[in-house]
C-alpha cells in the first residue's frame, strides 16, 4: 500500500527551494551510513516531483531518530527533521503504520503511556519509599515528572528510586502527579501524530494548573526538550534533573562522601546535548563524585553519536542485518577502557544497554545513568 | 459489497488488576479503560479491506450504553460509514442469545452482503453471539475464520481448527462470518481522524424502536445466567515431570489415579 504525499505544500511550508543539495544534512545523519535514509535526496525529490510515494508500514522514512543533527547543520535555515514529521504526520493518516508504533500510539491514548501498561501501576516504583503527591496548596522546590518509561520500566524504576534518595539526601521538597502524570508526547509529536499531541497536551496542561506545579524536573531530556520547546503558554519552569543535582552539589545540599573508583565516559543525549545544549552540567555532577577518573569519547558534545532511541525508534521493527549505532557506541566506551559507560537519558540506556549484551561486552563494561552514580555516592 | 460489523466495547484489562465487584456477578470497572473487543477490531479491518477492494459501505451495530459511543467513533474515524447502538435498560444481563435476538432485530431492516463479527469478546468470551446471530437471521456461517476470498455471489473461507488442521469451505452470500485474531494487521485510527468522525452521526435504537417484547431479552429473554465470578485460589507451584514420553505418561497416570482424576 502506499501513499502520495503532494510536493508543493511541504516545498512552501519549509522553504526547501533554499536548499543548494550541499549534503550536510545527509553528511551528518547518524542513520544515513545504516538505513536507506537520504535526507538531501528526500529534499530534492520536493522539488524535482509533484508528489511523493511512500509506503507507510516500510518507508525509510521511520528510521529516522529524530536527533536534529540535519536541521542544525543546514547553511540555508532548512529545517529537514521538519519535513520528515510532516511526511510521517500524513503516513500516520492512512493508518497503515507498523504495528509497534500503531500500538505505542493507542496506548498513549487509552492508558497515557506507549507501554501498554495501567495508568494505575503508573506510581508502583514509588514501593517502600514515602513519596507525596503535589498538590496546589502545599509549596514545594520542585515536581518530579518522572515519564513513562522510567514509571513502568523495572530497570528504570531504578532511576526514579535513586532521584528520590538523592534529593531526600538534599532536603529538596518535592511532589510527583501520581497516577495523573501523562506521556509528555515528545515521541507522539515526533512520530508526527500531531492530534494525539494536541491531546496530551491540553490534558497535561490542565494537570499542571490543578496540581499548582511552579519548577518542573524531569528524568528524561525527551520529556525536558518538549516542555520547553514545544508546550505553547508553558509558563513555568522546566529543568532537566542533572541542572538540579548540579545546583544543589554547588550550594553543599547534597554531599558526595562515597568513593567510587572507576574509569567513566560520559555519553551525551541527543536530547540533551545537541537539541537543548545540556552539556557541562552532567560533567560537571561526574566531576564531584570522588574517586572517578573520567575520560571523554572522541564523539561526544555535539558529535555525540546517536544511540536510535529516539523518534519512535524504541517502537519500530529492527531490520535484519542493519548495524546499530549504540553497538559503535560501546565498543568505543570499551576501546577507551571505561568500565562504565553514563548516560542522563532512559532511552540511551536501554539501547546502550542492550548493546552491551550483543556485543559481547557485559564483562568489560556496564551503562549506568548519571543518578544511579550520585546516589551510590551519596 | 455491503457488509455489517457487529462490535463490542469491552474493558481493557490485559495488563490491569481485574477485582470481582462487591455484586459478585462482574468485575470492578470503575478504574478500567474501554475499547473495541479485540477480535471485533480485526472483523472491521476484514469490512475495510473488502470494501476497499470491491466497493460497498460498512455499517457498525453495537449492542451497548452510551459510552460505547467512544468506540464506534474510533472505528467510523478508520473509514467504515455508518453506526448503530442499540440501547436500552432492558437489554441488560442479556446473554449471548438474547444479544443476538436483539441485533437480529436490527439487522432485518439492513440489506447487506456479509456480516462480520469477532469470534469471541475478551470479556465474557463465551463464542456464541455470531453463530446464533446467523441462525436467527437464516444465513449460512463460518466461525473462527482465518482467511476469506470472496467469488462471484460467495465466499471462500479458511477456518484454524484443533491441531493445526485447517478447513476450507465455500459458502453463499449473504452470510455471516466469526473472525480470528490474526487475519490481518488492523489500522491505526488518528486523533484527527477521531475528530472527523465526531461530526459522523450514530443512530440510536431503542427495544420498542426494534419491534422487541420485554421477555425477549434482557435476564428475561436469556438461556444463561451468570451467576458469581470469582478468582481462582492459588494453588502450590507446579511439579515438572523427567524423562522420555513413556516415562512421563507413566508418571502422569499415577499422579491421576493419586488425586483421584481417573
Known sequence: ?378 | MDIVVCVKQVPVTAEAEVMVDESGRDIRKDRLVFDVNEADNYAVEEALLLTEKYGGTITLVNLGPESADKTLRSLLAKGTHEAIRLTDDHFADSDAFATARILAAALKSLSYDLVLTGSYSSDLGYSQVGTSLAELLGIPHAAMVTGLEVLDGKIKVERELEGGVHERLEIELPALLTVQTGINEPRYASILGLRKAMKKPIKVLTLTDLGLAEGEVGREGSRIFLNRLSVPPKGEGAQILEGGPEEVSQKLVEIFREKGVV
Open chain 1, 1 to 378: 500500500m502506499e501513499v502520495q504525499v503532494a510536493s508543493p505544500g511541504l516545498v512552501r511550508e519549509h522553504r526547501i527551494l533554499r536548499c543548494i543539495q550541499c549534503g550536510r544534512c545527509t553528511g551528518g545523519c547518524p542513520v544515513s551510513t545504516n538505513s536507506g535514509l537520504n535526507v538531501r535526496r528526500l529534499l530534492n525529490e520536493t522539488l524535482l516531483m509533484p508528489a511523493l510515494t511512500f509506503s507507510p508500514e516500510e518507508s525509510e522514512l521511520w528510521q529516522c531518530t529524530t536527533c536534529m543533527t540535519c536541521s542544525q547543520r543546514c547553511p540555508k535555515g532548512i529545517k529537514p527533521l521538519d519535513v520528515i514529521i510532516a511526511v510521517r504526520g500524513q503516513l500516520i493518516e492512512s493508518g497503515r503504520i507498523q504495528p509497534g508504533l500503531r500500538d505505542a500510539l493507542e496506548s498513549t491514548f487509552l492508558h497515557g503511556n506507549p507501554w501498554g501498561k495501567p495508568r494505575e501501576k503508573r506510581s508502583d516504583w514509588t514501593a517502600g519509599l514515602d513519596v507525596k503527591e503535589a498538590s496546589p496548596g502545599v509549596p514545594l522546590d520542585l515536581v518530579y515528572y518522572v515519564g513513562c518509561t522510567i514509571a513502568y520500566d523495572p530497570r528504570l524504576q531504578k532511576l526514579a528510586q535513586a532521584m528520590v534518595r538523592v534529593l531526600d539526601a538534599a532536603g529538596v521538597k518535592f511532589g510527583i502527579l501520581g497516577n495523573e502524570e501523562s506521556c509528555c508526547g515528545n515521541e507522539v509529536r515526533r512520530m508526527g501524530e500531531l492530534g494525539l499531541f494536541e491531546e496530551l497536551y491540553e490534558n497535561n496542561m490542565k494537570v499542571f494548573e490543578a496540581r499548582g506545579v511552579g519548577r518542573l524536573m524531569t528524568t528524561s531530556p525527551h520529556c525536558y526538550n518538549v516542555f520547553k520547546n514545544e508546550y505553547p503558554g508553558f509558563g513555568r519552569e522546566v529543568v532537566h534533573y542533572s541542572q538540579v543535582i548540579g545546583d544543589l552539589l554547588k550550594d553543599e545540599c547534597l554531599l558526595l562522601s562515597k568513593e567510587l573508583g572507576w574509569r567513566v565516559t560520559y555519553h551525551d543525549p541527543c536530547f540533551l546535548g545537541k537539541q537543548n545544549g545540556i552539556f557541562d552540567e552532567p560533567r560537571e555532577v561526574l566531576g564531584r563524585i570522588p574517586g572517578l577518573e573520567f575520560v571523554e569519547l572522541d564523539r561526544c558534545r555535539e558529535r555525540s553519536l546517536c544511540c536510535e532511541g529516539g523518534g519512535g525508534r524504541m517502537w519500530t521493527e529492527d531490520v535484519a542485518g542493519q548495524e546499530r549505532l549504540a553497538e559503535i557506541r560501546v565498543r568505543d566506551a570499551v576501546e577507551l577502557g571505561a568500565e562504565v559507560l553514563v548516560t542522563a537519558c532512559p532511552f540511551c540506556l536501554l539501547t546502550l544497554e542492550d548493546a552491551v549484551k550483543t556485543t559481547g561486552d557485559e564483562d568489560k563494561i556496564r551503562v549506568m545513568d548519571l543518578i544511579e552514580l550520585v546516589a551510590a555516592a551519596v
